[in-house]
């Protein structure tokens, strides 16, 4: 079977901010499940010769509504290379780009949560054409 490379390259990511505030006095529930509904927001700058930024941010917990273990904010940006003569739309970036960073956010959001000493926050697989349709 014979590989044929995507016209789409991720480059690599940088994480802009995590900020992890704990609520103090919070019990985690037994099974460390959590109730609460992620904000997540995408962007994209085309920088100039086919390559492309998406900044993905995150928030849990930001307004404070709900009683929570912790509020967490997270920004980060992927770089993506699109290198095809076929004009790119703009909706088709989108989808694909954050398809391919989502499961970086996805486990860095565990990570910090885990290395903070409660149960890990595992962000659920996302639908990404609906996601942003919501946007």
Do not use: C, H, W
């Amino acid at each position: 079977m014979e590989i044929i490379e995507s016209v789409l390259q991720f480059r690599g990511y940088v994480v802009n901010e995590i900020n992890f505030i704990k609520t103090e006095g919070y019990a985690v529930p037994k099974g460390g499940k959590f109730n609460v509904q992620p904000e997540l927001k995408s962007s994209t700058i085309y920088e100039g010769e086919n390559t492309y930024k998406l900044t993905l941010t995150l928030g849990i917990n930001m307004q404070k509504d709900i009683d929570f273990p912790f509020e967490l904010f997270v920004s980060m940006t992927g770089i993506f290379q699109f290198n095809s003569q076929q004009p790119e739309t703009k909706g088709m970036l989108e989808k694909n780009t954050t398809a391919i960073l989502f499961p970086y956010l996805r486990t860095l959001v565990s990570s910090v949560t885990m290395n903070a000493n409660i149960p890990p926050f595992i962000l659920p697989t996302v639908n990404v054409s609906k996601m942003l349709e919501k946007q």
